[in-house]
């Protein structure tokens, strides 16, 4: 027992089999026969898409396929909402350039003229004698750029024609009232 560890490996033989294993083997000399033989011809090998399994080449294929289609598809988005900008745009120029100088709205107006428009009941400052051509039809609410403007009835319709959803009040006075309550109604 008083063997040390080294000694007891050493009697068993595995320090020796690990010793062999660790040097490294003498690289051999080809027998002379065998110099002069031929080498075995050898077996091309398949190309990579080949030895590649089946499944993981689709897979790899559909996930480029999808994320083409995806890039093409956010593209196409991209350049129709810049189109329907420029066409918003290109339209609220027209309708300033078709407003500009015609708006009859006047500082000394103390009158409001009370319209729904967007679920809200809006409101428009205008004269007595405006109030009464607005309830008539001879005058038209059109909104630009958030103000409400009083207009003549023919540039409300060109107004209209450019962008629909710039005229917003209109009457009409041979239209049956909705309600009982009077149009120049003052709150």
Known sequence: ???????????????????????????????R???????????????AAVRAE????????AYALRARQEKEEHERAQREAERVAREKRERKQKL???LEGKAQNSADADVPRHFPHGNKIRRVYCT???????????LAVVQLAGRYLLVEKDVAVQAQAVQAES???????????EDDVPADLVW
């Open 33 to 47: 026969r065998e110099a002069r033989r031929p080498p075995p011809p050898k077996k091309p090998s398949p190309p």
């Open 128 to 138: 007595p004698a405006q109030l009464t051509r607005l309830n008539r039809g001879e």
């Open 1 to 31: 027992m008083s063997d040390s560890l080294r000694d007891q490996l050493l009697k068993s033989g595995l320090v020796q089999k690990l010793k062999s294993e660790a040097r490294p083997k003498p690289a051999m000399q080809p027998d």
């Open 54 to 61: 089946p499944h993981e080449h689709d897979l790899a294929r």
């Open 167 to 177: 005229l917003v009040l209109l009457c009409d006075p041979s239209a049956p009232p």
């Open 96 to 98: 300033a350039a078709l």
